[in-house]
């Protein structure tokens, strides 16, 4: 079963990640972590991917698709997988359609988690981490005590991805890139609108529901 799931910065992808694909029984697969393993290992599509980085330019879409093509060609990806940060534009998503339909798979769901901007903007510019024992903490939901960190009594920071600007661009990204992706995959696909405010066992109960997992 291939499922896409869908979101926006801080909408809580990677908190539900690992519990949906466990329950699916397919391997969760991060754009994100293909591309690093790449770079890690120093592979022919790692160097090229690390010549897009250095140049300060957008990794292309047809490199992109490629990247992930050579995650989804793995034997263990073979029953299907659950895809977390692809596609992230139309023409990926067309791209995805195109693939899968040639091996005689589909993209079976798609779950979007829908979030307020007011409230990604608190979960994310709350952050705080530690800059020595690597702690993370939240202003509100999570706070270091009084400035510092609870394990190792180091001042905690705020890292610049978290800043305001920074969020506020990243979601304006989303909006303008992703978003398009869903009139896409809409005629081919079923889509689930989530919820994801609240609990994160709520929220998981909600994504499980959708999906006929108990």
Known sequence: MNVLLFG????GKGTQAKDLAAALGVPHVATGDIFRRHLKEGTELGLRAKGYMQGGGLVPDDFTCEIVASRLEEPDAGAG?????????AAQAEWLVRWLAKRGQRVDALVNLV???EVILERITGRRSCPSCGATFHVVF???ADGRCTRCGAAV???DDDKDSVVANRLLTYARE?????PVLRPVTTIHEIPATGDVAEIRARVFAAL???
């Open 142 to 144: 999570a706070p270091p």
């Open 8 to 11: 926006p910065p801080g909408s």
């Open 81 to 89: 997988v659950l895809l977390d940060g692809f596609p992230r534009t």
């Open 212 to 214: 006929g997992l108990s």
């Open 115 to 117: 979030v307020p901007d």
């Open 157 to 159: 920071i705020q890292r």
């Open 178 to 182: 992703t978003v398009p992706v869903l």
